[in-house]
C-alpha cells in the first residue's frame, strides 16, 4: 500500500455465499493483498473492497483486522445473514440493530446506522447455537431480535482503529421454528464453505428432508441478497453527500 492509495469502503462478510451478490451487483474482482484474498472494485467513484472472514466471532476479528492492516479503509459495512429468535418476522427482513451485544465478553457496540429505516433492538453475537425456548425467551426479554455470530467482533476490530461501521443483516431462519439444529449447522465448515461429509451423513439420515434444505437454500440466498441491496444502496447514498 503507498501513502496516496484512496481509502476502501469495506463490506464485510463471514461466509462465500453473503459476498456473492456483492460481487455480482457491483462487478468486483477477486485478488490477492499482502496475503489477503479480497474483491475489489469500485461504486460511483468510491473505491470498495469486500472479504470473507469465516464464521464465529475468532475468526471474523482475525479477518477483519487482516483487511485492515493490508488495505486502506474509511468505513465497513457488515453484510449478510441473521437469524430471527421468533416465528413472526418473515425471511428476508432487514435487521438495523441499535446495539451489538458480544455474549461471550458482554461487550456493547453500537454501529453507525446507515439504513432506510429506524434502528431498532439489540442483535447477539454468539460462538453457540441458541435454540431452547427459555434462552430465547430471556433474549427477548432483553431487547434482543436477531442472532449472529460476528458482527460484534469485527465491531471491536473496527473500533479499536476509530472505524466506523454498520450493519447490513437479513433473517435467512428463525432459532424456534426447529429448521436449524446442531447437525444443520454442522453441514457448514467454519470458512463457510460446504462439509460435504456432513450434508451426505444428513441426507442419509433424513432423505425426507431433502424440499426443506433446499427451502433453508433459497432463504439464505433471498436474505444475502436483501442485505447486499441494502448496503450498496446505503454506499450510493453516502456517496451521494
Known amino acids: 500500500m503507498t501513502p496516496t492509495e484512496p481509502a476502501h469502503l469495506a ?16 462487478g468486483l474482482t477477486e485478488r490477492e493483498i499482502d496475503g489477503v484474498t479480497v474483491h475489489t472494485g469500485s ?8 472479504v470473507v472472514t469465516g ?4 475468526l471474523a476479528r482475525a479477518g477483519t483486522e487482516r483487511l485492515l492492516d493490508a488495505v486502506p479503509v474509511h468505513r465497513v459495512m457488515v453484510v449478510g445473514i441473521t437469524g430471527a429468535l421468533e416465528n413472526e418476522t418473515p425471511i428476508g427482513t432487514l435487521i438495523w440493530p441499535e446495539l451489538v451485544v458480544h455474549s461471550g465478553t458482554g461487550s456493547e457496540h453500537r454501529p453507525h446506522h446507515l439504513g432506510d429505516m429506524p434502528a431498532f433492538g439489540t442483535m447477539w453475537t454468539t ?10 425467551t430471556g433474549l427477548r426479554a432483553r431487547g434482543v431480535v436477531s442472532l449472529d455470530m460476528e458482527t460484534a467482533a469485527i465491531a ?25 439444529n446442531e447437525e444443520v449447522f454442522k453441514m457448514s465448515n467454519q470458512d463457510g464453505s460446504p462439509n460435504p461429509e456432513a450434508i451426505a451423513a444428513f441426507f442419509e439420515k433424513y432423505p425426507e428432508k431433502a424440499e426443506l434444505l433446499a427451502e ?23 456517496g451521494a453527500r
Open 216 to 238: 433453508m437454500g433459497a432463504n439464505a440466498t433471498l436474505a444475502a441478497e436483501t442485505a447486499a441491496d441494502a448496503a450498496i444502496r446505503a454506499a450510493r447514498a453516502l
Open 156 to 180: 471491536l476490530a473496527c473500533e479499536e482503529r476509530g472505524i466506523p461501521w454498520s450493519v447490513f443483516r437479513a433473517i435467512s431462519d428463525r432459532a424456534s421454528d426447529g429448521s436449524v
Open 127 to 136: 460462538d453457540v447455537l441458541l435454540t431452547a425456548s427459555d434462552v430465547l
Open 55 to 58: 464464521m464465529g466471532t475468532e
Open 43 to 50: 461504486l460511483d467513484g468510491t473505491e470498495v473492497v469486500a
Open 11 to 26: 463490506f464485510v462478510c463471514a461466509m462465500p455465499m453473503e459476498v456473492v451478490p456483492l460481487v455480482e451487483k457491483l
